[in-house]
T-cell receptor
């Protein structure tokens, strides 16, 4: 299965942008890049996903490298509520044929007031 | 929010007793999943269901069984609970895979914290 590599933790000041990197050098052409986050004592929640083009939604932006071997999740203005573990996950025909998710360790984001 | 509830939310039980956790969804989603989350391991898939009475094993299925007799309910059973099954259990659903297995959102329930003494 295609794997992802993320830093263990990142720190940011409140109201500043946060750029979370993810490396996925063995990504296949049909793999989507997904981001989920998990706030303390809650279940994971969907953040964003994309295939080739950059994506924006109300929560974040996803920037995908041209060769698709890396991507960056961008939180434009971090708030204290954004303190969570962020997971970068590849999903596609081979990695999860029944919609299953394979979680790694993720990146712990700490937001400082 | 896909209308996913889990019950009970917390449970303490003793080794050797049977335990059933329930996941209930109100959105008529076809696919449902059970994950467990332990410190140092992240979330791992236990079992999943791709329709009523259609289930299959995930990566950590030993000691667990599941049943799905209705679209809205997915039950996880520990036939004889062990201390190694102390964990937080999450249920999840996806709306469908028509857009491709990678092109959809997965929705998670609030979790059940299970302690086996």
């Amino acid at each position: 299965d295609a794997k992802t590599t993320q830093p263990n933790s990142m720190e940011s000041n409140e109201e500043e942008p946060v750029h979370l990197p993810c490396n996925h050098s063995t990504i296949s052409g049909t793999d989507y890049i997904h981001w989920y986050r998990q706030l303390p004592s809650q279940g994971p929640e969907y953040v964003i996903h994309g295939l080739t083009s950059n994506v924006n939604n109300r929560m974040a932006s996803l920037a995908i490298a041209e060769d698709r071997k890396s991507s960056t999740l961008i939180l434009h203005r971090a708030t204290l509520r954004d303190a969570a573990v962020y997971y970068c996950i590849l999903r596609g025909t081979l990695t999860d044929s029944w919609g299953k998710l394979q979680f790694g360790a993720g990146t712990q984001v700490v937001v400082t007031p | 929010d896909a209308g996913i509830t889990q019950s009970p939310r917390h449970k303490v039980t003793e080794t050797g007793t049977p335990v059933t956790l329930r996941c209930h969804q109100t959105e008529n989603h076809r696919y449902m999943y059970w994950y467990r989350q332990d410190p140092g391991h992240g979330l791992r898939l236990i079992h999943y269901s791709y329709g009523v009475k259609d289930t299959d094993k995930g990566e950590v299925s030993d000691g667990y069984s599941v049943s799905r007799s209705k679209t809205e309910d997915f039950l996880l059973t520990l036939e004889s609970a062990t201390s190694s099954q102390t964990s937080v259990y999450f249920c999840a659903t996806v709306t469908g895979l028509a857009g491709g297995p990678g092109n959809n959102e997965q929705f998670f329930g609030p979790g059940t914290r299970l302690t086996v003494l």
